[in-house]
């Protein structure tokens, strides 16, 4: 790759003689020139600026003397490779991890650094019709700098590190903060084991690869969740396996369809009546056994998860009723409805019997862990309410739920028959000591 500079400041870019990026230039894996833009200027001073048109304070760069400059910068190649004309300026579009991947594709990149209060806007627009030249204003970030010479610097590094070659080990491009996978980096440890008193995480010592990656993942998902939740909103559903599903519901995250989102378990109210409703007409029918015909089951959920019945559950001081919902758009995700004191199948004693009644999530969220965290919301709640055990009923060929409760800790206690629309169907009955605090 070829990079040119143009700059009143060249002094300013030594740095890039440095480290990889000076390396990559004596190795040749970069062509990288910088240019005094007063070497294009016709005046024995030398001037670059000169007053705003329409008045205001400061100088602003003259088109005359950039356009002399980068016309010999542009003309001075003689494959006539297309060439990025890159003009940083606080109005640019921000850079990016994915800016600069772009970037590092071009074959030339030619960077226009500004000063005072920046360049003739002709310049830009300029360039812009001149065939083979790509211009873009680009921001390092939404902060004011005295010229474009740090972005220049910013830039370079970004770019050139993507380079093939530049890197010693490519495998330390992917792990990082904004690479491929959309995360910020774990934290990383190197000798000593103890420090000042703090101790390197037992995991990476142990040589168990499996374990250490599953740990740095779900510091990365953690740490992007608390500084960075823009990006793991953008994360792809596909990218986040049931490991990282269950890392993000225990940070308070559901994985939507379209992607990672924040979603909060609470006690349903009033207003979630109707929203309540429509949620549980829409679940039911999914935790039914196809043999079941609609008819009984729409005769079901017309009679017992009706509006009205909603309205009634709500205000039953002996029913506990949650509900997850999208932090943001307050749609409801789940629910969940304890009925306390009731007896399970079988056994007289109610007391201190919680009986959960219904647990629902839509089906486009399943395996976001919300079911575990409403589960455990309305556990909790019941054993505030005193409850001991809780106990449910799933039908028999529900192998999925089955398999939900029994990994949350339920067993099997027995059967029960459960009329659904005057048609009996056989559940399996679950059940649970409540552990308070
Ligand atoms: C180029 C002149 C200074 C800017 C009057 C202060 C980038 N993220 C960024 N912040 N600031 C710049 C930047 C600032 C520049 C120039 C880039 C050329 N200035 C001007 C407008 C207000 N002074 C930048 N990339």
């Excluded at 060439?83 to 994915?98: F, I, K, N, S």
């Excluded at 079988?346 to 999530?361: D, N, P």
Aim: charge should be negative.
């Amino acid at each position: 790759m070829r990079i040119d500079v143009l700059t009143i400041f060249p002094d300013y870019l030594a740095p890039l003689d440095l480290s990889l990026v000076g390396k990559a230039r004596r190795s040749g894996l970069l062509d990288l020139a910088v240019h005094d833009l007063r070497d294009w200027t016709a005046d024995r001073h030398r001037t670059v600026d000169d007053t705003p048109f329409g008045g205001g304070a400061g100088m602003v760069m003259r088109p005359d003397v950039w356009g002399e400059a980068l016309d010999a910068v542009l003309a001075d190649d003689d494959a006539g490779q297309p060439a990025v004309l890159l003009v940083p300026g606080p109005g640019g579009e921000v850079l990016t991890q994915r800016t600069a991947e772009e970037l590092a594709g071009a074959r030339r990149l030619v960077i226009a650094c500004g000063r005072y209060e920046g360049i003739d806007a002709r310049v830009a627009e300029h360039y812009a019709t001149r065939p083979g030249v790509e211009v873009r204003e680009i921001s390092i970030g939404d902060y004011v700098l005295n010229g474009g010479e740090v972005a220049a610097l910013v830039v370079i590094e970004a770019v050139a590190r993507l380079l093939p070659g530049v890197v010693g080990n490519p495998e330390s491009l992917v792990e990082e903060s904004h690479g491929a996978a959309g995360l910020l980096e774990y934290p990383v440890y190197t000798k000593p084991p103890e420090w000042r008193g703090h101790a390197v995480p037992e995991v990476l010592t142990s040589g168990h690869h499996g374990k250490v990656a599953r740990w740095r993942r779900d510091r990365a998902l953690e740490r992007t969740a608390a500084r960075r939740p823009d990006l793991l909103a953008r994360l792809a559903p596909d990218a986040l396996d049931p490991a990282d599903r269950r890392v993000l519901a225990d940070l308070g995250w559901y994985v939507a369809p379209e992607g990672p989102r924040r979603a909060v378990v609470r006690p349903a109210e009033p207003a979630d009546t109707a929203a309540l409703a429509a949620l549980a007409a829409a679940t039911f029918p999914l935790a039914c056994p196809p043999s079941l015909g609609a008819d009984a089951v729409a005769a079901f959920v017309a009679t017992h998860l009706d509006e009205a019945s909603f309205a009634r559950y709500l205000t039953d001081p002996q029913r506990l009723l949650h509900v997850a919902a999208d932090e943001v758009t307050g749609a409801l995700l789940g629910y969940t409805m304890v009925v306390l004191d009731s007896p399970r199948p079988g056994l007289e004693e109610g007391a201190g019997s919680a009986e959960l009644s219904k647990c629902y999530v839509r089906p486009d969220v399943h395996g976001s862990g919300l079911a575990r965290r409403l589960l455990a919301a309305c556990t909790a709640a019941a054993g505030a309410r005193g409850a001991e055990t809780i106990w449910l009923g799933t039908n028999v060929a529900n192998r999925r739920a089955r398999r939900f409760y029994e990994r949350s800790g339920f067993t099997v206690v027995g059967r029960r028959t459960f009329d659904v629309g005057g048609v009996p169907n056989d559940d399996v009955v679950l059940s649970t000591p409540i552990t308070v605090g």
